[in-house]
Structures are given as C-alpha cells and as structure tokens.
C-alpha cells in the first residue's frame, strides 16, 4: 500500500506542476480575484439558514497569515496543511459525537476557497485554480488514503457532498456522513473460527459535472485498481426510500436536475449523453455490473430494506422504456437511459468506477450502495443508516 499511496501522490504532484509551469506565461497578475462559483455564493445562504455551519472549525491563523505567503509553494503548502486539518478534525468531530454532520466540512471547504479566490492576491487565475484543487484534495481526504493498521483487509469508500441546495440549503448526505464516520475503521468479523479485520479508508467526491468529466474518478481510484491493492471499493450516495444495490450502472447522463454550481447537461429520458474524460467522449460499453457479493449484503440487519435493484430505463424506438434485467447479456444490445442508479452523477461514479475496474483488469469487488433519502439532517436516521452500511459491508467481506 505503501506504493500505491506513493504513486496517488506522485500522480496528484505531476499534474499540478503541469498546471504550474502553464502559468508561467508572464502574466503574473497584481491583486487578481478569481470569480466565485454559484456553489461558493451559497455560502451566505447557508449561513444565515444555519448559523454557525461553517464555524466550528478555526481557520482564522490561517486568514490571518494569507497574504503574507511570498511565493505560490507556500500558499500551496498552507491550503494543503489546512485542507488536512480540516478533514481530520471533521472526522474527530464525528467520532467523538461533537458534530456528527457533514454538512460543517462542507460550507467550511466553500467559506475557505471563497476566501482565496476574492483575497487580492499576486497568483494567476491558473495558480489560483492549482491552489484551490490542493485544498480541495486534503481537505477531502484524497491524499488522506493510507492504510495504517495491520489488518487482514482493506477496504475503499467514496461519499459525496450534499446537493440540490437551491431546493434545501440545509440538506445534508449520509454519503458524505459515512465517509466521516468510517474513515480509518477497523471492522471485525468472524469466519470458520477465525477473527478477521478490516480497516476502512475513505474520500469525499463533489457533485459537479465537470470534475467527473475532468477524471476525477479515475484519478482517484486508478492507483488501487492497478496494484489490485485493496479488497473491496463501494461508492456510496443518497438514493431513495431503501437501500439499493445497483446491479447495472449504466454509461449515459439523463438527470435533468443540475449539479452544485447549476450546470444542466441538456439530456433527459429521450435524449440521453454520453459523458467526456478529459477532451473525449467516454468510450465504454452501455452497461456494467456491479461485482460486490450482493446476497450476503442483503442479509445486512437495520431498520431499511436493502434491494437488489435490476431496474434500468434503455432507449428504445427514440422512447425512455423501464425494463429489469437478469443478466448483463441481456442489454448487451441496448442504449442506456438509467442505470440502477438513475441518469446523474450518483449512477455515474458506479459506472466509472467499474468501467476502469474492467478495464485495468483488476478483481477487486467494486459496487453502488444508495442509502436512503433523507429531508434536510437528521442525526438518528443518518447513524441509523451508517450502522446499516458497516453491516452490509462486514456481510461483504465474509464472502469476499
């Protein structure tokens, strides 16, 4: 694990530097502010719904000493510190049952950037963006993914961020929760006898269209894919009234609803897309199968049914048409409309995921668990549901 972490990290550097040497065009500009994103102006809403979201962490040393990094290395390694410091510290918030929300990390990791982008400043809108995507890597545990104790397995989870915050500014996601709650968990099970353990690492994904599109699943889970370095991925988001399972993830965008900065696709059940990586269409068959053992997970005790879900929409004369399937044979000839996991990016980072599983031929298990839905925060349904989803994945494990 040691050099899967080395090669996340030498990955991560490589491509910052490229970034870093584009902006060396001598255009260094004087007291330069970025424009903020629609995400990052949500910030006043959300304070003044939610006094004191984004205050239970202090940054203010850091505001304070900002304008006093002489070079772009040092306000990259001070948004890099405090992007750790803030991750770690929002994971002991809710252990420790002090702030057991993971909407804090997120209006805080908003308020921060908002901060660096509208702080005059000597960096170019390229360093600028460079800075924020260092912050954005810490502080969301990216490069937080290292394996510390000796167990018998590993385990990898992803959670989103909250969204669709012009409908609720005070929705939370138990995705997001769980990434929290669950990082650097040892889980034990017994199997023949035998005590085995498994520790738990995990990173926190944005909603926002163009960053999947950017590969920002590929890059963060190609390095475990490759070195086979892991026993278990599950990518994991907020979904409907039960638990789900996504059988077949399917490869095209057909959400209406737009992501955290409002960007629409233009796609809808008739006309769905074929998502980019980087300058390119994604190339990739139009269904996938998840891979995680789905019947020892269904056997999970909570309070939530946990469904096997086979349900997909294909296109079919031009027309949206909702079909199960048993096999993925059977839409070997079809369009995707929705996976199981429905046309948004919840159904997209399963799809990827096991799309580039497939595709660097690794056999690690990889599956979407939806959890859910919850209205705006709830504390006891959220722990209520991440109990449920440890149980699931111990059920996991001793099938694995």
């Known amino acids: 694990m040691k050099f899967t972490t080395t090669f996340l990290i030498s990955l991560f550097v490589a491509n910052l530097s490229?970034?870093?040497?584009?902006?060396?065009?001598g255009h260094s500009a004087s007291d330069h502010k970025v424009e903020l994103t629609i995400e990052e102006l949500r910030v006043v809403?959300?304070?003044?719904?939610?006094?004191?979201?984004?205050?239970?962490?202090?940054?203010?040393?850091?505001?304070?000493?900002?304008?006093?990094?002489s070079t772009f290395i040092l306000a990259q390694q001070s948004l890099s510190l405090l992007g750790n410091q803030l991750w770690q510290y929002s994971?002991?918030?809710?252990?420790?049952?002090?702030?057991?929300?993971?909407?804090?990390?997120?209006?805080?990791?908003l308020a921060i950037i908002s901060f660096v982008k509208s702080s005059p400043s000597k960096y170019s809108q390229t360093e600028l963006t460079a800075l924020v995507e260092t912050f954005e890597n810490t502080s969301r545990g990216r490069d937080d993914l290292i394996y510390q104790q000796d167990t018998d397995k590993r385990i990898l989870l992803t959670g989103f961020d909250p969204f669709l915050l012009d409908r609720n500014i005070k929705q939370s996601n138990p995705s997001g929760l769980a990434a929290l709650l669950l990082d650097g968990v040892v889980i034990k099970y017994e199997k023949d006898g035998k005590v085995i353990t498994a520790e738990i690492n995990t990173a926190m994904v944005p909603v926002r269209y163009a960053d999947f599109d950017q590969g920002e699943v590929e890059s963060l889970l190609a390095p475990f894919y490759a070195l086979n370095s892991v026993d278990l991925i599950a990518t994991i988001s907020m979904g409907r009234s039960d638990f789900d399972l996504e059988h077949f993830p399917g490869l095209r965008r057909s959400a209406t609803a737009p992501d955290n900065v409002n960007v629409y696709t233009g796609a809808n059940k008739n006309n769905p897309i074929v998502p980019s990586l980087g300058e390119a269409a994604f190339v990739g068959d139009e269904f996938v199968l998840f891979s995680l053992p789905y019947q020892a997970m269904m056997k999970a005790k909570g309070p939530y049914k946990i469904n096997d879900n086979r349900g997909v929409t294909i296109l079919e004369a031009g027309t949206a048409k909702n079909i199960t399937a048993n096999s993925l044979a059977e839409l070997a000839d079809k369009i995707a409309v929705q996976g199981g996991g429905g046309g948004y990016l919840s159904n997209e980072i399963s799809y990827r995921s096991i799309a580039l599983r497939n595709k660097l031929g690794s056999t690690i298990p990889t599956g979407h668990i939806h959890t859910p839905r919850i209205s705006g925060f709830d504390v006891t349904t959220n722990q209520a549901i991440i109990a449920q989803i440890e149980a699931m994945l111990i059920q996991a494990l001793t099938e694995i």
């Open 18 to 25: 490229a970034v870093a040497l584009a902006s060396v065009d």
């Open 45 to 69: 809403k959300a304070q003044e719904a939610m006094p004191g979201v984004n205050a239970h962490f202090d940054w203010s040393a850091f505001k304070s000493r900002w304008a006093q990094n």
């Open 91 to 109: 994971k002991e918030q809710a252990k420790n049952g002090q702030v057991v929300d993971d909407r804090p990390l997120y209006w805080t990791r």
